[in-house]
């Protein structure tokens, strides 16, 4: 009575658009026995992972972080095991760079302080006093730089101890071993 999973279809049977892929894998956080929400689907031809791309993601974590489909399976993964918060914020200090407006400037940083770094904040990332502090003094007047020092504190920490423990789980391996799969179906 097992139902054949093709990528793009989740365990009900349903298929999952780009938009709601992570959705899709979240329903089921509590089984991890199909990743094929990770994989482009079959007439995305173009962007169908190779075993190599997946592969890539285990050769530095600035290979993960710059590829879609990696990316969007590490922060599935850290949601899985509840600590999002650090790839979040390490997301919206990218973004914070891109900004332009001085404007712009200081209302995403006043709302990145008040989701990430403040104490007792939503989603507070986990750094000591000092950095804490230093990174509400130089947000007092913000620039496109501003929160990089925090942002390297971060990053470190999730390529010290996140990163290994991803790709050391069940989830990256079903995504390599998916890949792998899907790259034998297409030289056959």
């Known amino acids: 009575n097992s139902l054949l999973l093709v990528p793009g279809m989740n365990k009900g049977g349903e298929f999952c658009t780009m938009k709601t ?3 899709c894998l979240s329903k089921k956080s509590d089984s991890y026995s199909d990743f094929s929400e990770f994989l482009p689907p079959a007439h995305e031809t173009t962007a169908r992972l190779s075993t190599d791309e997946v592969v890539r993601w285990s050769e530095s974590f600035d290979h993960l972080l710059a590829h879609k489909y990696g990316l969007a399976a590490f922060r599935t993964f850290l949601k899985s095991e509840f600590s999002d918060e ?3 914020f390490w997301m919206a200090c990218e973004d914070y ?3 332009k407006s001085s404007t712009k400037l200081v209302s995403k940083a006043n709302k990145i302080f008040k989701e990430f770094i403040e104490v007792q904040s939503p989603r507070e990332v ?5 950095t804490r502090e230093k990174t509400k003094q130089v947000l007092a007047d913000p620039s496109p730089t ?3 020092e925090v942002q390297g504190k971060i990053y470190s920490l999730m390529e010290k101890d996140s990163y290994p423990r991803f790709l050391r789980s069940k989830m990256y391996q079903d995504i390599v071993n998916r890949a792998h799969a899907q790259g034998q179906r297409r030289s056959v």
């Open 21 to 23: 892929r992570l959705g």
């Open 97 to 99: 760079k891109k900004i």
């Open 126 to 130: 986990n750094i000591d006093y000092r």
């Open 146 to 148: 501003s929160l990089n």
């Open 86 to 88: 650090n790839i979040e």
